[in-house]
């Protein structure tokens, strides 16, 4: 048979800690000193205190927020490797495409305006030999060659 014998708890019916009623010294507006035992507790890392964490979250809540954030990590990955392939593609393209293409438009502007210089001269040239002929003529005195029938 068991027999059951009641334990009394002395730290049950030992007085608080702290001021007694009666003590009107109390003061509360000093600043706490932190004891040389509670110094200890400011020197884990943020890392640590997130890792002690895991234990007050669920692991179905774990797991969900894991699955989250590995699928959005994926994406992102996926996003800036083709974002990377992309920008490859197009700055290549452009310059095996555009460079080549800019140097024979540039080359043709060229050869249109020497085009454009040349009939200029050639126009001016004309204006002055007809300006010659007809000023050699007068100075002479004679009237302008007519063409025979």
Do not use: C, H
């Not at 059951?4 to 507006?29: A, I, Y």
């Not at 509670?38 to 890392?47: N, V």
Request: aromatic share 6%; net charge negative; no cysteine.
């Amino acid at each position: 048979m068991v027999k059951l014998e009641e334990v009394k708890d002395e730290d049950l019916d030992r007085p608080q800690e702290g001021p007694l009623e009666d003590d009107g010294d109390w003061d509360t507006d000093e600043e706490s000193v932190i004891s040389e035992d509670d110094a200890g507790l400011f020197d884990e890392s943020l890392l640590e205190r997130v890792y002690a964490l895991k234990d007050a979250i669920p692991p179905s809540t774990r797991r969900n927020v894991a699955f989250t954030f590995n699928t959005a990590y994926t994406y992102g990955k996926k996003a800036i490797t083709l974002g990377g392939k992309t920008l490859w593609v197009i700055s290549s393209s452009a310059l095996l495409l555009g460079v080549p293409w800019a140097l024979a438009f540039s080359e043709e502007q060229q050869l249109q305006e020497m085009e454009r210089e040349v009939n200029m001269q050639k126009s001016a040239n004309d204006l002055l030999t007809q300006g010659a002929n007809v000023g050699a003529g007068q100075a002479l005195g004679t009237q302008q060659a007519k063409p025979s029938v």
